[in-house]
């Protein structure tokens, strides 16, 4: 048996994804560590992990992040992005270092996980010699002479002046952008008397050891020169729920003979405003029947938006699982998240994506360039911008065969199985775990 710590920062997507990960290896006879903002140990527990708190590091888990992060409101995009990086993810990385040292001491970690934007684990790897694994939630990050710069959301662009391009914005967005969270990523392994980095604050989210994708190629840039220890392994779909009750509309769903639209914001950001709402009054007159999941919000906050009573063709919950909703849409309307993104390809639903803050901008850009939706490029999208877009996805079947490719790709994996196998490799030769070396299993 072997010991896995787990590292997640205390925001929903990040700490539910690798759930599967560490069920599979509870049910593998591992021991799972999972240090985690506390507004998640119920459900950590309820896989078999055992719960660690943040002592020193800051947990705002279960917090509206606009009210915890006030200096963050107003700001989007690269704006954003640059800020967060600096005050957040690296700038938590000492005291998660902090945390995390007497976990080693008094437990015999044979390997650990984080998410990209867990700064702080790579460093203790360093410091300690435990080898540690990344898995990805977001757009891959590893950087390429064709691929576009993380962070404006740019699409490739072929031949020298697209490589010029990206080298002059890489340029930038290191100079500029991250210019902050180098130096303060700088000053951390400094402090922890490490050496200085051979490469940027960028390159030090993600593991040499192993990388743990949640995707497949056919939604990413096309990559020549992936590093070997990436390994794509699909969708991170959650194991079906053990407890959930249906609304009482959930037959006319299950029966629908309309198209479903199925409509989300996420689950940190609460302003039903944004696109919520847009989206009902885009579909009011649609002859669509429209599920909208509110997420970080609550029902009633989208009926008092709204003025009144809902059309009568949205039905509307706090949550119903992606993967009991999405086999009977015909479209997903979504602020971008990449979890719901990528569960609706894993159905081979078609998108409309609305979504610029955080790392949206990226991944609408995914969704434009392979092909399996519309890109609305906005956070705040217009009524007539929405409905156009739901229509767009559903008259041109070119927007559901693209989402049925990424499907029938997701098809060939399961995460948590594959995930399972990769880290006790990891756990076991203690070094980088390379495409091939593992025999994994193709789903039925």
Known sequence: ????????????????????????????????????????????????????????ADDFGGEELDEHFPQF???????????????????QAPARVADLRPVLAAHRVDAMLCDELMYGVGLLSELTGVPWATFGDGPLPFPEPDVPPFGPGLLPVGGPLGRLRNRVVGLAARRVVFRAAQRRYDRVRADLALPPAAGGVLDASTSPYLHLHGAVPSFEYPRRRLPGHVHWVGALRPDPPAAWSPPPWWDEVVGARRPVVAVTQGSIRPDVTELLLPAVRALADEDVLVVVTTGAAAPEDLVGAYGGPLPANVRVAPFVPYDLLLPHAAAFVTNGGYTGVTLALAHGVPLVHAGSTEEK????????????????GTTWPSDRAVREGVRRVLRDPAHRAAAARV????????????????????????????????PLPVPR
């Open 407 to 438: 499907r029938d790709e997701m098809a060939r994996h399961d995460a948590g199985t594959e995930g399972a196998l990769l880290l006790e490799r990891l756990a076991a030769t203690r070094a980088p775990v390379l495409r091939g070396e593992v």
């Open 1 to 56: 048996m072997a010991t896995f710590l787990l590292a997640s920062i205390p925001v929903p997507a990040h700490t539910t994804n690798p759930l599967p990960f560490a069920a599979r290896l509870v049910e593998r006879g591992h021991r799972v560590l999972w240090y985690a903002g506390r507004a998640f140990h119920d459900r950590l527990a309820a896989v078999g992990a055992e719960p660690l708190p943040y002592a020193r």
């Open 73 to 91: 409101a107003g700001r989007s995009g690269v704006r954003l992005i640059a800020r967060a990086f600096d005050e957040v993810f690296v700038g």
């Open 361 to 376: 901008a990226e991944i609408g850009a995914r969704v434009q360039w392979s092909g399996v939706g519309v890109r609305l």
